[in-house]
Protein backbone atom coordinates (compact mmCIF):
# COMPACT_ATOMS: atom_id res chain seq x y z
CA UNK A 1 0.00 0.00 0.00
CA UNK A 2 1.08 3.77 -0.42
CA UNK A 3 0.87 5.62 2.18
CA UNK A 4 0.42 9.62 2.90
CA UNK A 5 0.71 11.15 6.38
CA UNK A 6 -0.05 14.54 7.15
CA UNK A 7 1.46 16.60 9.85
CA UNK A 8 5.60 17.42 10.66
CA UNK A 9 5.62 17.05 14.45
CA UNK A 10 6.89 14.52 16.63
CA UNK A 11 4.00 12.32 16.54
CA UNK A 12 3.73 11.97 12.76
CA UNK A 13 7.75 10.77 12.85
CA UNK A 14 6.15 7.79 15.14
CA UNK A 15 3.53 7.15 13.23
CA UNK A 16 5.89 7.27 10.47
CA UNK A 17 8.87 5.14 12.41
CA UNK A 18 6.14 2.50 13.37
CA UNK A 19 4.20 2.26 9.92
CA UNK A 20 7.86 2.01 8.06
CA UNK A 21 8.21 -1.15 10.28
CA UNK A 22 4.92 -2.79 8.32
CA UNK A 23 5.59 -5.27 5.59
CA UNK A 24 2.15 -3.89 4.12
CA UNK A 25 3.65 -0.71 2.85
CA UNK A 26 5.09 -0.27 -0.12
CA UNK A 27 5.83 3.60 -0.08
CA UNK A 28 4.94 6.21 2.42
CA UNK A 29 5.19 9.90 1.76
CA UNK A 30 5.15 12.44 4.64
CA UNK A 31 3.57 15.88 3.93
CA UNK A 32 5.87 17.78 4.88
CA UNK A 33 7.44 15.87 7.50
CA UNK A 34 10.80 17.18 8.81
CA UNK A 35 14.23 15.80 9.10
CA UNK A 36 13.54 12.83 11.19
CA UNK A 37 10.64 11.30 8.98
CA UNK A 38 12.61 11.26 5.77
CA UNK A 39 13.89 8.59 7.38
CA UNK A 40 11.08 6.64 7.54
CA UNK A 41 9.39 8.31 3.98
CA UNK A 42 9.59 10.64 1.21
CA UNK A 43 8.69 14.03 2.68
CA UNK A 44 6.72 16.07 0.03
CA UNK A 45 6.20 19.85 0.47
CA UNK A 46 2.53 19.66 0.91
CA UNK A 47 0.19 22.42 3.11
CA UNK A 48 -2.14 20.33 5.40
CA UNK A 49 -4.92 22.81 4.68
CA UNK A 50 -4.65 22.86 0.70
CA UNK A 51 -7.10 20.04 0.43
CA UNK A 52 -7.06 20.45 -3.66
CA UNK A 53 -3.34 19.95 -3.78
CA UNK A 54 -3.44 17.22 -1.33
CA UNK A 55 -5.86 15.59 -3.91
CA UNK A 56 -3.91 15.80 -6.86
CA UNK A 57 -0.98 14.18 -4.98
CA UNK A 58 -3.51 11.53 -3.61
CA UNK A 59 -4.25 10.28 -7.62
CA UNK A 60 -0.98 10.78 -8.94
CA UNK A 61 0.92 8.62 -6.70
CA UNK A 62 -1.98 5.84 -6.03
CA UNK A 63 -2.46 6.88 -2.25
CA UNK A 64 -4.33 3.84 -0.70
CA UNK A 65 -4.62 5.80 2.57
CA UNK A 66 -4.31 8.68 4.45
CA UNK A 67 -3.14 9.23 8.33
CA UNK A 68 -3.86 12.65 9.40
CA UNK A 69 -1.67 13.62 12.19
CA UNK A 70 -2.85 16.90 13.65
CA UNK A 71 -5.97 18.17 14.67
CA UNK A 72 -6.67 20.98 12.10
CA UNK A 73 -6.79 19.84 9.06
CA UNK A 74 -9.78 17.27 10.53
CA UNK A 75 -10.99 20.48 12.26
CA UNK A 76 -11.59 21.83 8.67
CA UNK A 77 -13.34 18.59 7.20
CA UNK A 78 -10.05 16.82 5.59
CA UNK A 79 -11.93 13.74 5.80
CA UNK A 80 -15.42 15.14 4.54
CA UNK A 81 -13.62 16.41 1.83
CA UNK A 82 -12.45 13.03 0.73
CA UNK A 83 -15.74 11.65 1.32
CA UNK A 84 -17.50 14.54 -0.73
CA UNK A 85 -14.99 13.77 -3.78
CA UNK A 86 -16.10 10.99 -6.13
CA UNK A 87 -12.62 9.82 -6.83
CA UNK A 88 -11.17 10.42 -3.65
CA UNK A 89 -13.95 8.80 -1.53
CA UNK A 90 -12.99 5.22 -1.11
CA UNK A 91 -10.03 6.03 -0.15
CA UNK A 92 -9.44 5.53 3.60
CA UNK A 93 -8.69 8.66 5.96
CA UNK A 94 -7.52 7.99 9.91
CA UNK A 95 -8.94 10.94 11.24
CA UNK A 96 -12.55 11.86 12.16
CA UNK A 97 -15.12 13.74 9.95
CA UNK A 98 -15.81 17.56 10.96
CA UNK A 99 -19.05 16.81 13.39
CA UNK A 100 -16.62 14.39 15.15
CA UNK A 101 -13.20 16.78 15.59
CA UNK A 102 -15.79 18.96 17.15
CA UNK A 103 -15.01 17.00 20.47
CA UNK A 104 -11.52 18.51 20.01
CA UNK A 105 -12.23 21.51 18.01
CA UNK A 106 -15.30 22.97 20.26
CA UNK A 107 -14.43 22.81 24.17
CA UNK A 108 -18.21 23.84 24.49
CA UNK A 109 -19.49 21.26 22.08
CA UNK A 110 -17.48 18.54 24.02
CA UNK A 111 -18.75 19.50 27.21
CA UNK A 112 -22.41 19.54 25.79
CA UNK A 113 -21.71 15.83 24.21
CA UNK A 114 -20.54 14.84 27.67
CA UNK A 115 -23.32 16.07 30.11
CA UNK A 116 -25.89 14.82 27.55
CA UNK A 117 -24.31 11.55 27.49
CA UNK A 118 -23.46 11.04 31.30
CA UNK A 119 -19.93 11.11 30.78
CA UNK A 120 -18.78 12.49 34.34
CA UNK A 121 -16.69 16.05 33.72
CA UNK A 122 -16.19 19.31 35.32
CA UNK A 123 -19.34 21.54 35.96
CA UNK A 124 -19.20 24.48 33.81
CA UNK A 125 -20.50 27.57 31.94
CA UNK A 126 -19.73 28.67 28.42
CA UNK A 127 -19.30 32.59 27.83
CA UNK A 128 -19.67 34.63 24.92
CA UNK A 129 -18.86 38.71 24.64
CA UNK A 130 -22.62 39.09 25.40
CA UNK A 131 -23.47 37.06 28.68
CA UNK A 132 -19.44 37.96 30.11
CA UNK A 133 -21.34 39.38 33.36
CA UNK A 134 -22.85 35.87 33.71
CA UNK A 135 -19.16 34.82 33.16
CA UNK A 136 -18.29 36.91 36.21
CA UNK A 137 -20.69 35.42 38.61
CA UNK A 138 -20.01 31.98 38.13
CA UNK A 139 -16.63 32.96 38.86
CA UNK A 140 -17.90 34.22 42.26
CA UNK A 141 -19.68 30.72 42.50
CA UNK A 142 -16.25 28.56 42.16
CA UNK A 143 -13.70 28.15 44.66
CA UNK A 144 -9.85 28.89 43.86
CA UNK A 145 -8.36 27.87 41.02
CA UNK A 146 -10.38 29.02 37.79
CA UNK A 147 -10.30 27.16 34.69
CA UNK A 148 -10.74 29.33 30.75
CA UNK A 149 -10.43 27.57 28.25
CA UNK A 150 -10.45 29.01 24.87
CA UNK A 151 -13.37 27.08 22.97
CA UNK A 152 -11.63 26.49 19.85
CA UNK A 153 -8.01 25.34 18.96
CA UNK A 154 -5.03 27.11 19.79
CA UNK A 155 -1.85 25.16 19.39
CA UNK A 156 -2.54 23.37 23.04
CA UNK A 157 -1.89 27.06 24.86
CA UNK A 158 -5.73 28.23 25.26
CA UNK A 159 -6.39 26.71 28.70
CA UNK A 160 -5.32 29.33 31.79
CA UNK A 161 -5.77 28.09 35.80
CA UNK A 162 -5.60 30.92 37.82
CA UNK A 163 -5.41 31.53 41.62
CA UNK A 164 -6.86 34.78 41.83
CA UNK A 165 -10.55 35.80 41.14
CA UNK A 166 -9.89 39.21 40.14
CA UNK A 167 -7.17 38.28 37.79
CA UNK A 168 -9.36 35.37 36.24
CA UNK A 169 -12.26 38.08 35.98
CA UNK A 170 -9.62 40.23 34.11
CA UNK A 171 -8.13 37.05 31.67
CA UNK A 172 -11.91 36.12 30.87
CA UNK A 173 -12.46 39.53 29.88
CA UNK A 174 -8.62 39.86 28.04
CA UNK A 175 -9.31 36.24 26.10
CA UNK A 176 -13.22 37.48 24.62
CA UNK A 177 -13.14 41.20 23.99
CA UNK A 178 -9.15 41.26 22.97
CA UNK A 179 -8.75 37.91 21.22
CA UNK A 180 -6.47 36.91 23.50
CA UNK A 181 -6.20 33.35 21.56
CA UNK A 182 -7.51 34.78 18.09
CA UNK A 183 -11.17 33.24 17.31
CA UNK A 184 -10.56 30.24 19.06
CA UNK A 185 -11.40 32.85 22.41
CA UNK A 186 -14.32 33.73 21.21
CA UNK A 187 -16.41 31.54 23.29
CA UNK A 188 -14.87 31.04 26.38
CA UNK A 189 -15.56 27.75 28.66
CA UNK A 190 -15.34 28.53 32.33
CA UNK A 191 -14.59 25.11 34.78
CA UNK A 192 -14.69 23.83 38.29
CA UNK A 193 -11.35 23.00 39.09
CA UNK A 194 -10.32 19.24 39.66
CA UNK A 195 -8.05 18.18 41.88
CA UNK A 196 -6.18 15.18 40.68
CA UNK A 197 -3.15 13.20 38.85
CA UNK A 198 -3.67 13.69 35.08
CA UNK A 199 -3.86 10.83 32.67
CA UNK A 200 -4.40 10.14 28.72
CA UNK A 201 -5.81 7.22 27.33
CA UNK A 202 -6.77 6.84 23.51
CA UNK A 203 -8.93 4.22 21.73
CA UNK A 204 -8.54 3.02 17.91
CA UNK A 205 -11.81 3.04 16.72
CA UNK A 206 -13.61 1.95 13.41
CA UNK A 207 -17.06 3.99 14.43
CA UNK A 208 -18.28 0.56 16.48
CA UNK A 209 -15.45 -1.43 17.41
CA UNK A 210 -12.21 -0.10 19.31
CA UNK A 211 -9.00 -0.79 20.84
CA UNK A 212 -7.55 0.69 23.65
CA UNK A 213 -4.41 1.91 23.37
CA UNK A 214 -1.70 1.96 26.23
CA UNK A 215 -2.32 5.17 29.24
CA UNK A 216 0.33 7.79 29.38
CA UNK A 217 1.10 10.41 31.71
CA UNK A 218 2.10 13.80 29.94
CA UNK A 219 3.77 17.01 31.37
CA UNK A 220 2.15 20.32 29.81
CA UNK A 221 3.82 23.07 31.97
CA UNK A 222 7.30 24.71 30.37
CA UNK A 223 8.98 24.93 34.36
CA UNK A 224 10.25 21.98 36.94
CA UNK A 225 6.98 20.54 39.12
CA UNK A 226 4.49 21.83 36.85
CA UNK A 227 5.02 25.38 37.23
CA UNK A 228 4.87 28.35 34.14
CA UNK A 229 3.47 28.62 30.47
CA UNK A 230 1.61 25.73 29.18
CA UNK A 231 3.51 23.87 26.24
CA UNK A 232 2.26 21.45 23.30
CA UNK A 233 4.04 18.89 26.43
CA UNK A 234 7.34 18.62 27.90
CA UNK A 235 7.45 14.73 27.31
CA UNK A 236 5.66 11.93 28.17
CA UNK A 237 5.69 8.48 30.65
CA UNK A 238 3.68 4.88 29.45
CA UNK A 239 2.58 3.38 31.41
CA UNK A 240 0.64 5.60 34.38
CA UNK A 241 1.55 3.25 37.08
CA UNK A 242 -1.97 4.17 38.80
CA UNK A 243 -3.99 3.21 36.18
CA UNK A 244 -4.70 -0.07 37.59
CA UNK A 245 -6.44 -2.79 35.50
CA UNK A 246 -9.87 -1.67 38.11
CA UNK A 247 -9.62 1.99 37.12
CA UNK A 248 -8.80 1.21 33.53
CA UNK A 249 -12.29 -0.83 33.65
CA UNK A 250 -13.78 2.40 34.98
CA UNK A 251 -12.59 4.43 32.55
CA UNK A 252 -13.73 2.03 29.99
CA UNK A 253 -17.25 1.55 31.55
CA UNK A 254 -18.15 5.38 32.66
CA UNK A 255 -15.91 7.41 29.46
CA UNK A 256 -14.83 5.45 26.52
CA UNK A 257 -18.02 3.30 26.00
CA UNK A 258 -20.61 6.15 26.07
CA UNK A 259 -18.83 8.04 24.10
CA UNK A 260 -18.31 5.78 21.03
CA UNK A 261 -22.04 5.29 21.97
CA UNK A 262 -23.02 8.80 21.92
CA UNK A 263 -20.90 9.59 18.34
CA UNK A 264 -22.91 6.81 17.30
CA UNK A 265 -26.09 7.97 18.43
CA UNK A 266 -25.52 11.79 17.12
CA UNK A 267 -24.93 9.95 13.64
CA UNK A 268 -20.85 10.50 13.76
CA UNK A 269 -19.31 8.21 11.95
CA UNK A 270 -16.18 8.13 14.01
CA UNK A 271 -12.83 6.79 12.36
CA UNK A 272 -9.40 7.44 13.63
CA UNK A 273 -7.72 7.90 17.40
CA UNK A 274 -9.86 9.44 20.27
CA UNK A 275 -7.60 11.55 22.55
CA UNK A 276 -9.24 10.82 26.51
CA UNK A 277 -7.60 13.62 28.55
CA UNK A 278 -8.85 12.54 32.12
CA UNK A 279 -7.88 13.25 35.86
CA UNK A 280 -8.67 11.00 38.49
CA UNK A 281 -10.61 12.04 41.39
CA UNK A 282 -10.77 10.15 44.38
CA UNK A 283 -10.64 7.04 42.36
CA UNK A 284 -12.97 8.33 40.32
CA UNK A 285 -11.96 9.30 36.52
CA UNK A 286 -13.47 12.45 34.99
CA UNK A 287 -13.01 13.97 31.21
CA UNK A 288 -10.71 17.10 30.86
CA UNK A 289 -11.08 17.64 27.50
CA UNK A 290 -11.05 15.29 24.30
CA UNK A 291 -8.83 15.59 21.05
CA UNK A 292 -9.41 14.37 17.90
CA UNK A 293 -6.00 12.24 17.33
CA UNK A 294 -3.10 10.87 18.65
CA UNK A 295 -1.69 12.87 21.55
CA UNK A 296 1.71 14.50 21.47
CA UNK A 297 4.14 13.74 23.21
CA UNK A 298 2.24 11.05 23.95
CA UNK A 299 2.87 9.25 20.53
CA UNK A 300 6.41 9.42 21.24
CA UNK A 301 5.89 6.63 24.31
CA UNK A 302 2.86 5.06 23.57
CA UNK A 303 3.55 4.01 19.68
CA UNK A 304 6.62 2.74 20.67
CA UNK A 305 4.75 0.06 23.05
CA UNK A 306 2.66 -1.39 19.68
CA UNK A 307 3.85 -4.66 19.04
CA UNK A 308 1.05 -5.40 16.52
CA UNK A 309 1.67 -4.28 12.91
CA UNK A 310 -0.22 -1.02 13.59
CA UNK A 311 -1.36 -0.71 9.45
CA UNK A 312 -3.30 -4.04 10.37
CA UNK A 313 -5.12 -1.90 12.91
CA UNK A 314 -5.26 1.19 10.42
CA UNK A 315 -6.98 -1.33 7.57
CA UNK A 316 -9.15 -2.44 10.40
CA UNK A 317 -10.70 0.47 10.89
CA UNK A 318 -10.83 1.57 6.64
CA UNK A 319 -12.84 -1.18 6.04
CA UNK A 320 -15.32 -1.44 9.14
CA UNK A 321 -13.21 -4.85 11.00
CA UNK A 322 -11.18 -3.42 13.57
CA UNK A 323 -12.80 -5.72 16.21
CA UNK A 324 -11.34 -8.55 14.21
CA UNK A 325 -7.93 -7.63 14.32
CA UNK A 326 -5.58 -7.78 17.60
CA UNK A 327 -3.56 -5.59 19.64
CA UNK A 328 -0.20 -7.08 21.71
CA UNK A 329 1.40 -4.17 23.83
CA UNK A 330 4.92 -4.25 24.64
CA UNK A 331 5.32 -4.87 28.99
CA UNK A 332 8.23 -2.16 29.12
CA UNK A 333 7.91 1.26 30.25
CA UNK A 334 8.66 4.29 28.07
CA UNK A 335 9.28 7.55 28.67
CA UNK A 336 9.78 10.65 26.03
CA UNK A 337 11.79 13.68 27.25
CA UNK A 338 10.72 16.97 24.83
CA UNK A 339 14.10 18.89 24.04
CA UNK A 340 13.02 22.69 23.68
CA UNK A 341 13.97 25.68 22.16
CA UNK A 342 15.39 28.62 24.32
CA UNK A 343 12.32 30.79 25.02
CA UNK A 344 9.53 28.37 24.05
CA UNK A 345 6.48 28.20 24.47
CA UNK A 346 7.31 32.33 24.20
CA UNK A 347 9.27 33.81 20.90
CA UNK A 348 12.15 31.86 20.34
CA UNK A 349 14.66 31.61 17.21
CA UNK A 350 15.28 28.69 14.46
CA UNK A 351 17.68 27.52 12.81
CA UNK A 352 20.44 26.36 15.65
CA UNK A 353 22.64 23.70 14.20
CA UNK A 354 21.72 20.02 16.40
CA UNK A 355 24.76 18.54 17.29
CA UNK A 356 25.37 14.96 18.70
CA UNK A 357 22.73 13.41 17.41
CA UNK A 358 25.14 10.56 16.49
CA UNK A 359 25.99 10.14 20.26
CA UNK A 360 22.96 8.65 21.42
CA UNK A 361 22.31 4.82 22.00
CA UNK A 362 19.74 2.54 23.05
CA UNK A 363 16.86 4.82 22.64
CA UNK A 364 14.34 6.87 19.63
CA UNK A 365 14.71 9.85 18.83
CA UNK A 366 11.41 11.38 17.34
CA UNK A 367 12.23 14.76 15.67
CA UNK A 368 9.14 17.60 16.23
CA UNK A 369 10.38 20.70 15.01
CA UNK A 370 13.76 19.84 12.59
CA UNK A 371 14.82 20.70 9.19
CA UNK A 372 17.42 19.84 6.81
CA UNK A 373 19.81 22.36 5.58
CA UNK A 374 19.84 22.57 1.58
CA UNK A 375 23.59 23.47 1.44
CA UNK A 376 25.11 20.82 3.85
CA UNK A 377 22.55 18.22 5.34
CA UNK A 378 23.76 19.67 8.72
CA UNK A 379 19.89 18.78 11.33
CA UNK A 380 18.68 22.54 12.30
CA UNK A 381 15.86 23.17 14.91
CA UNK A 382 12.57 24.54 13.54
CA UNK A 383 10.23 24.67 16.44
CA UNK A 384 9.63 25.19 19.93
CA UNK A 385 9.73 21.94 20.33
CA UNK A 386 12.43 20.24 18.88
CA UNK A 387 13.09 16.42 19.63
CA UNK A 388 11.84 13.58 21.84
CA UNK A 389 13.92 10.81 23.21
CA UNK A 390 12.58 7.90 23.86
CA UNK A 391 13.68 4.84 25.79
CA UNK A 392 12.39 1.61 27.18
CA UNK A 393 13.17 0.38 30.50
CA UNK A 394 11.95 -2.63 32.62
CA UNK A 395 10.79 0.49 35.30
CA UNK A 396 9.53 3.83 35.35
CA UNK A 397 13.10 5.26 36.37
CA UNK A 398 14.97 2.85 33.97
CA UNK A 399 13.02 4.38 31.01
CA UNK A 400 13.96 7.89 32.21
CA UNK A 401 17.33 7.50 32.71
CA UNK A 402 18.18 6.27 29.44
CA UNK A 403 16.02 9.18 27.84
CA UNK A 404 17.59 11.55 29.91
CA UNK A 405 20.95 10.51 29.56
CA UNK A 406 20.61 10.51 25.93
CA UNK A 407 19.37 13.89 25.59
CA UNK A 408 22.14 15.08 27.48
CA UNK A 409 24.42 13.96 24.60
CA UNK A 410 22.37 16.52 22.00
CA UNK A 411 23.19 20.00 21.91
CA UNK A 412 21.57 23.22 20.46
CA UNK A 413 22.14 26.89 21.49
CA UNK A 414 19.26 27.55 24.09
CA UNK A 415 18.16 23.72 24.67
CA UNK A 416 16.46 22.99 27.34
CA UNK A 417 14.03 20.19 28.53
CA UNK A 418 12.48 19.27 32.29
CA UNK A 419 14.43 17.05 34.47
CA UNK A 420 11.67 15.93 36.56
CA UNK A 421 9.60 14.13 34.57
CA UNK A 422 6.92 11.07 36.67
CA UNK A 423 7.76 13.50 39.52
CA UNK A 424 4.12 13.13 40.48
CA UNK A 425 4.05 9.36 39.95
Known amino acids: MNILIIGSGGREHALAWKMDQSPLVNKLFIAPGNAGTKNHGMNIPLESNDFQSVKMFVIEKNIDMVVVGPEAPLVDGFHDYFLSDKVLKNIPVIGPVKAGALLEGSKDFAKEFMHKYHIPT ?24 YVLKADGLAAGKGVLIIDDLDEAKLELKTMITEEKFGKASAK ?6 LDGVELSVF ?9 ILPSAKDYKRIGEGDTGL ?12 FANHEFLEKIEKQVIKPTIDGLNNEGINYKGFIFFGLIKVNDEPYVIEYNCRMGDPEAESVIPRIKSDLMELFIGIGNNKLGEKSLEIDDRYAAAVMMVSGGYPE ?15 NCILFHAGTTTD ?6 KTSGGRVLAVTSYGNSMKEALDG ?7 INFEGKYYRGDLGFDL
Request: aromatic residues 12%; proline residues 5%; without cysteine.
Open 122 to 145: ASYKTIYANNIEEGYAFLDQLSSP
Open 188 to 193: VVIEEF
Open 203 to 211: VLTDGTDYK
Open 230 to 241: NTGGMGSISPVP
Open 347 to 361: AYEKGKPIHGLENVS
Open 374 to 379: IYNEAI
Open 403 to 409: AYNNAAQ
